[in-house]
């Protein structure tokens, strides 16, 4: 059982000054598998002070300490590897091989490449008639959501020191244990006291503490878009800037001349990976008419191999995070069946023999419309949806009939067909044929799916203000 029922403020661990606690479930079986303190606006206000206390030292440390202070996370959190597989696995519900290659990779590669991108970084710059100085915001609230403990947390953790920002961090209150041992891997790295605090809580009392509180400079923001609308109103009243990573309905385009097979799996491995719980999943497939039933078939024979099931064993796809989320995919899974989608594959209920635990069915519709209740909202969850276009200009148009724009993707062969797909979907990242992640390039969204861009120098920039001197001395 773990039980952590103190927060991380000024390089301390202290006890809340509230009483409240939260259970924290294991997704795969429902049992409880620790606590957390809920904390309260008092304890935000001592983290509030800690971090403002740290800022001056804290941001005009020099570049190079900051770069060493990156990299000794880099390597504290490698030591760390086993406990943040098992610890994800079992807050989570990730297949134990997802919580190594994608979870802990994550967040090693967001640390070692800020400390990269801030050797490059150029924090002064002689314009000529100016000089243009970037300096820390100031204090930065971090809030985050369950579907990758180490990944948005590690982004902004590690923008926000390489660029001199202390924080504040909140994570997901269903997945609070990832970031009790990133607070263990700072105190290692040696992280000045009051550089990095970590108040556990839920959202309407520490979240919206931290987007309206006075001593919060910006705020970054991970989760849903109706969170994100609250904190922009709330941040509005302090003029904080935010930056905001919300939700998606990505296309997937699948070419003429696309390796049919490849596509498939392609378009599966989108709705596995982390249950389908991922914001930048491609959940619309867009299919030649003339494909449609080859794609189908395709789909089909590989979809078993996308087993689901208990994350400890050999599995590639766990449980949905909650009864909740449990819940919500069922609803969307009727919702198509009604609406006159064809369900090709898997529908309501849990899969067979997997009574206990939050699993759902791999499932996928074809004949889907665009106007479709599954093809316009976000179900987080392993639900693919089918659809057909007639030419590349019907397949952008679709691709672009959605008020998200956080990702798009296209397989096939032809060059141009490629580029044109590429530069005429409107998101923030676009993947040709499943191009390799690279931890430098900008991440977040167009449209109802973003304000900002997280990761590499850009998302050091989010923790910038930009100063003009005008006759500074040369
Ligand atoms: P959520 O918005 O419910 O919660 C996210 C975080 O906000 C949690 O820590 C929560 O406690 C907190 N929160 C809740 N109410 C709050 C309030 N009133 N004020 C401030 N904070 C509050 O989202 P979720 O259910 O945890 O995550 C799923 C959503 O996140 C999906 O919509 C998904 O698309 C989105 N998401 C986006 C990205 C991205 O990078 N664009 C990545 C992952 C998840």
Redesign the pocket.
């Known amino acids: 059982m773990r039980n952590y029922l103190k927060h991380y403020i000024n390089g301390e661990w202290v006890e809340s000054t509230g009483s409240d606690v939260e259970e924290v479930i294991n997704p795969a079986t429902e049992e409880v598998i620790g606590k957390i303190s809920l904390g309260t606006k008092e304890d935000l206000d001592k983290a509030v002070k800690a971090a403002r206390e740290a800022f001056p030292s804290f941001s005009t440390m020099s570049k190079d300490d900051r770069v060493k202070m990156l990299e000794r996370i880099a390597e504290e959190y490698e030591k760390r590897k086993d406990d943040i597989i098992e610890t994800i696995t079992d807050e989570l519900g990730s297949p134990l091989a997802v919580s190594e290659k994608v979870h802990f990779m994550m967040g090693y590669n967001h640390f070692s490449q800020a400390a990269e991108s801030l050797k490059e970084f150029s924090f002064m710059e002689d314009m000529g008639g100016h000089t243009r100085v970037k300096e820390s915001v100031g204090v930065s609230g971090l809030?985050?959501?369950?579907?990758?403990p180490t990944n948005?947390t590690s982004t902004k953790i590690a923008s926000a020191f390489a660029a001199g920002s202390p924080v504040i961090l909140?994570?997901?209150?269903?997945t609070p244990f990832a970031a009790i041992i990133l607070a263990e891997i700072f105190e290692a790295a040696g992280v000045p006291k009051g550089v990095f605090n970590l108040v556990n809580?839920?959202?309407?009392v520490?979240?919206?503490g931290?987007?309206s509180h006075p001593g919060i400079d910006f705020v970054s923001?991970?989760?849903?878009?109706?969170?994100?609308k609250?904190?922009m109103q709330?941040a509005s009243e302090s003029i904080k800037n935010v930056a905001l990573?919300?939700?998606?309905k990505s296309p997937l385009v699948v070419l003429e001349d696309a390796d049919i097979e490849q596509a498939a799996r392609t378009a599966v491995n989108h709705i596995a990976t982390n249950t389908g719980?991922?914001?930048?999943a491609a959940t619309r497939i867009l299919i030649p008419n003339s494909m449609k039933e080859a794609f189908e078939e395709e789909v089909l024979k590989v979809l078993p191999e996308f087993t689901v099931g208990d994350p400890r064993q050999d599995n590639k796809v766990g449980p949905l995070i909650s009864k909740k989320q449990w819940n919500t995919v069922q609803s969307y899974i009727e919702k198509g069946v009604e609406e006159g989608a064809t369900l090709l594959a898997g529908g309501t209920g849990k899969p067979e023999g997997l009574d206990k635990g939050y699993y759902t069915k791999m499932t996928v519709f074809s004949d889907v419309k665009n106007d479709m209740t599954i093809a316009e909202e976000?179900i987080?969850g392993p639900v693919m949806s089918i659809l057909t276009y007639e030419d590349l200009d019907d397949a952008i148009r679709i691709s672009n009939d959605t008020e998200y724009g956080?990702a798009g993707y296209v397989v096939g062969e032809d060059k141009e067909a490629l580029r044109k797909v590429a530069t005429s979907i409107r998101a923030g990242r676009i993947k040709v044929n499943d191009a390799e992640a690279d931890f430098a390039a900008p991440?977040?969204?167009f449209k109802q799916?973003?304000i900002g861009r997280?990761w590499g120098d850009h998302g050091i920039e989010e923790y910038l203000e930009t100063k003009t001197i005008l006759g500074y001395p040369s």
């Not at 990573?245 to 998606?248: C, Q, S, V």
Request: glycine share 22%; aromatic share 10%; with cysteine.
């Open positions: 809030i985050t959501p369950w579907n990758f948005q909140k994570p997901a209150e269903v809580g839920k959202g309407d520490i979240g919206d931290i987007s923001f991970t989760g849903s878009g109706r969170v994100g609250k904190i709330n990573e919300l939700g998606g719980q991922v914001c930048s976000e987080f956080l991440f977040g969204g799916s973003g997280e």
